[in-house]
């Protein structure tokens, strides 16, 4: 049995000198290879290409490998998603007739120019003040997330009635990376043999929270697992912070099994015999921020400082591979925003470590202009 040869990149100076040595092994009518010598540049001409061949043949290998190895598995890339939840109306006097909120009213943070539009007519009753409605971010990623009551601006104005949003709209992210396909991928193999600690963790990423108009508003961004004899604690995150029951309920449905509710089937859960699987919120350790931040007047508005805040704060729950955020990325995260001519950080000045089942919010947030 013959061993397989491996495929081997070779470059210009690897090609050429194979050449030179296959020449001289053939003949001994051509003696001068130097640089220069019309040998040698006859030789050249194809190295070149045969170089670029190489190179060309290379990357599509690379390229391919995986390609060809997710669509074996039917493994697209996840596509960026828009963020979701709700609005609440809000009549300030009651009224003796209906009023009506339609369908596709526009709402926004007045300092952002990210969108949601309602999604379906919603009416506050006669002698009613409140209305609750589904609503979704016209554009997608992680950008359209936002906090509660941030949502206090709309459009047809509606006179009388205002509006907020009590929870936070969640469930915006960005495209997935190739890098965050291949982490999601690798999970996914080793959740194939079910049971393992392994494929618990792949299944509390799969946690999803839908609307009452099947639009995801809440889904997991990071999962652990704490293993101890016969028990083994399954910690979630949301990504934005404040993980809800019902998100926990979901991943420990998956983990369990349960009968579908279109099929009527039984889908087996993920959970080992004999073992007790518990799905909880990791706990989320606060990050307090001060900041000295350099930035023309014009700039030091309202507006710019809660840009700023919300920079801070994606910077704090970004999904590192090492559990440790240091000083060092709130600045660079800062110093990338237009309009910022430095910064300088007065606390945390050391670097934060948690543990698996921990994830870092932001806290405290204090902007200086200096």
């Known amino acids: ?43 050249e001409a194809p190295a070149i290409e045969v170089d670029a061949l190489y190179q060309a043949m290379f990357a599509g290998l690379t390229d391919a490998i995986p390609t060809a190895i997710y669509e074996g598995f039917g493994f697209p890339p996840l596509p960026a998603q828009a963020a979701s939840g709700y609005a609440q109306f809000t009549l300030a006097v009651p009224r003796i007739d209906a009023v009506l909120i339609p369908a596709r009213t526009v709402i926004r943070n007045p300092l952002s120019p990210i969108e949601y539009e309602t999604q379906a007519d919603a009416t506050i009753p006669a002698g009613g003040t409140q209305v609750i409605v589904a609503i979704a971010a016209t554009t997608t990623g992680s950008a359209s997330n936002a906090i509660p009551d941030t949502l ?3 459009l047809p104005v ?43 963790e792949y299944v509390g990423y799969q946690g999803t929270v839908y609307s009452i108009t099947k639009l995801p508003i809440e889904h997991t961004a990071a999962a652990a697992t704490d293993e101890t004899a016969g028990h083994v604690d399954l910690y979630i995150y949301n990504g934005v912070g404040n993980t ?45 921020v001060s900041i000295e931040v350099e930035a023309v007047a014009s700039w030091r508005g309202t507006g710019f400082q809660a840009q700023i805040i919300a920079t801070i704060g994606d910077a704090i729950r970004l999904p590192r591979a090492e559990a440790i955020l240091r000083p060092i990325e709130i600045v660079n995260a800062v110093l990338a925003l237009s309009g910022v001519d430095g910064c300088r950080i007065v606390s945390p000045t050391q670097s934060i470590a948690i543990a698996a089942h921990e994830a870092l919010v932001p806290g405290a947030i204090t902007i200086t202009w200096i």
């Open 244 to 288: 809800t029951a019902d998100l926990i309920a979901d991943v420990q449905r998956r983990v369990d099994g349960y009968f579908d509710a279109d099929s009527g089937l039984w889908v087996p859960g993920y959970r080992p015999a004999g073992m007790r699987v518990d799905v909880k919120a990791m706990t989320e350790v606060e990050v307090d």
């Open 152 to 154: 206090t601006a709309y």
């Open 158 to 200: 509606v006179a009388g009635v205002s509006v907020t949003n009590p929870e936070s709209i969640l469930g915006g992210a960005d495209a997935e990376t190739a890098t965050q396909r291949r982490a999601r991928f690798l999970r996914y193999i080793r959740s194939l043999a079910r049971g393992t600690v392994a494929s618990l």
């Open 1 to 43: 049995m013959s061993a397989t040869t491996p495929f081997v990149v070779k470059n210009f100076l690897d090609i050429i000198a194979a050449m030179i040595a296959h020449s001289r092994a053939t003949t001994d009518r051509v003696t001068d290879y130097n640089v220069g010598s019309v040998a040698r540049t006859l030789l």
